[in-house]
Structure formats: structure tokens, C-alpha cells
């Protein structure tokens, strides 16, 4: 795993919308869950020609989201890994039109993403065994001020900062799973 560091804030409107097309963001899930790949292979997994990956994945190391691995690459063969950064995004209030656009469509591509997961693990789950059990799912209503709903927000990203650090190399029976966090005002 990349060392993470501190977060970075994502305001390049050009960078949101590299991180905000379909397939990039294929290539980084794929990136995230399988670890390194050539453009090759790649292509072949996703159903693409080796040219889009290629470019695509030019792309997204123009942007930091992607780099090279060189020390698995022989001869023209290219090795990327996805880096694992803690990406952060300025107050909508502080986003000028484009970049706001840029972020609503990758919020839209990670909602969609996210149902699609969620309907394949419903799909699955009784061909699981004990890990069909581990939805673990909460709901809730906090009464927040703006500054405490950040404070919430900052030790939520700690806790996940602890687990990621602790599971790096993951353990034998260890398996991907998927966290996601989403806090809004309730608004009728």
C-alpha cells in the first residue's frame, strides 16, 4: 500500500473530471481491489481496447490518481498501481461552477457505483458463509452544529485511518470490504 500522508484537497476542476469518468474510475476499482495491472491487461478485463486504458490511465497519472510501478515493468510493458491518498473536497460554498459540475458528476458515478456494489453482495451474500452476515448497517439522527458535524466527520476519518493502517498487510482471512460515510442535513 502507498502511504497516504496528509490529505489532499481536490479544487482542479481538470483533476475532478479525470476522476470523474466511468471508465477511469473502472480501472481504479480494479487498481484498488486486484493491486498493480498493465494497460493489457487491463483492456482484456474490462472489455476495452489497450489504447483507451493506456490513455486513460495517462490521464489519471497526469493527476496523481495512478503511477507507474517500474520495478515489475520488462522491457515497453508498463505497470500502474492506483495511489492510496486521502482525498478531500473544498466546501461547496468555495467551489466555483465548474469545479462544483466536475464534483456532482463524480458524486453521481460514486452513488451508482456504490448501489451496484451493494445489489452484487444482495445478489451473493447466501453464497458467502459467515461473511453473508457482515452488513452491518446504522442509521441515525445527530443534532449538529456545522463545526461538530466536521469534528464527527475528522474522528470517523481517524478511525478509518487506524483500521487501514492496522490491516496493511492484510491478515490470512481477510477480505476487501467496503466502508462508505455520508452525513447531510435533513432538509423537507
Given at each position: 500500500?502507498?502511504?497516504?500522508?496528509?490529505?489532499?484537497?481536490?479544487?482542479?476542476?481538470?483533476?475532478?473530471?479525470?476522476?470523474?469518468?466511468?471508465?477511469?474510475?473502472?480501472?481504479?476499482?480494479?487498481?484498488?481491489?486486484?493491486?498493480?495491472?498493465?494497460?493489457?491487461?487491463?483492456?482484456?478485463?474490462?472489455?476495452?481496447?489497450?489504447?483507451?486504458?493506456?490513455?486513460?490511465?495517462?490521464?489519471?497519472?497526469?493527476?496523481?490518481?495512478?503511477?507507474?510501478?517500474?520495478?515489475?515493468?520488462?522491457?515497453?510493458?508498463?505497470?500502474?498501481?492506483?495511489?492510496?491518498?486521502?482525498l478531500r473536497f473544498p466546501p461547496r460554498s468555495r467551489m466555483s461552477e465548474e469545479v462544483r459540475a466536475a464534483f456532482d458528476?463524480?458524486?453521481?458515478?460514486?452513488?451508482?457505483?456504490?448501489?451496484?456494489?451493494?445489489?452484487?453482495?444482495?445478489?451473493?451474500?447466501?453464497?458467502?458463509?459467515?461473511?453473508?452476515?457482515?452488513?452491518?448497517?446504522?442509521?441515525?439522527?445527530?443534532?449538529?452544529?456545522?463545526?461538530?458535524?466536521?469534528?464527527?466527520?475528522?474522528?470517523?476519518?481517524?478511525?478509518?485511518?487506524?483500521?487501514?493502517?492496522?490491516?496493511?498487510?492484510?491478515?490470512?482471512?481477510?477480505?476487501?470490504?467496503?466502508?462508505?460515510?455520508?452525513?447531510?442535513?435533513?432538509?423537507?
Amino acid at each position: 500500500m502507498v502511504d497516504q500522508g496528509e490529505p489532499r484537497e481536490l479544487t482542479d476542476p481538470a483533476a475532478l473530471r479525470a476522476l470523474g469518468h466511468p471508465l477511469r474510475q473502472a480501472i481504479l476499482r480494479r487498481l484498488r481491489r486486484t493491486g498493480p495491472a498493465t494497460s493489457t491487461s487491463l483492456a482484456r478485463e474490462l472489455g476495452e481496447n489497450t489504447g483507451a486504458t493506456s490513455y486513460h490511465l495517462r490521464q489519471l497519472a497526469e493527476h496523481g490518481f495512478v503511477e507507474e510501478v517500474p520495478e515489475r515493468g520488462r522491457g515497453r510493458e508498463r505497470w500502474w498501481q492506483a495511489r492510496s491518498e486521502d482525498l478531500r473536497f473544498p466546501p461547496r460554498s468555495r467551489m466555483s461552477e465548474e469545479v462544483r459540475a466536475a464534483f456532482d458528476e463524480l458524486g453521481r458515478l460514486n452513488v451508482a457505483d456504490d448501489v451496484a456494489a451493494f445489489a452484487r453482495f444482495q445478489r451473493r451474500r447466501d453464497d458467502l458463509g459467515e461473511w453473508g452476515d457482515a452488513l452491518l448497517f446504522a442509521r441515525g439522527a445527530l443534532h449538529l452544529t456545522a463545526p461538530e458535524l466536521r469534528r464527527f466527520w475528522e474522528d470517523y476519518m481517524a478511525l478509518y485511518e487506524r483500521y487501514a493502517r492496522a490491516t496493511d498487510p492484510p491478515g490470512e482471512d481477510a477480505r476487501r470490504v467496503l466502508v462508505r460515510f455520508v452525513a447531510f442535513p435533513d432538509v423537507e
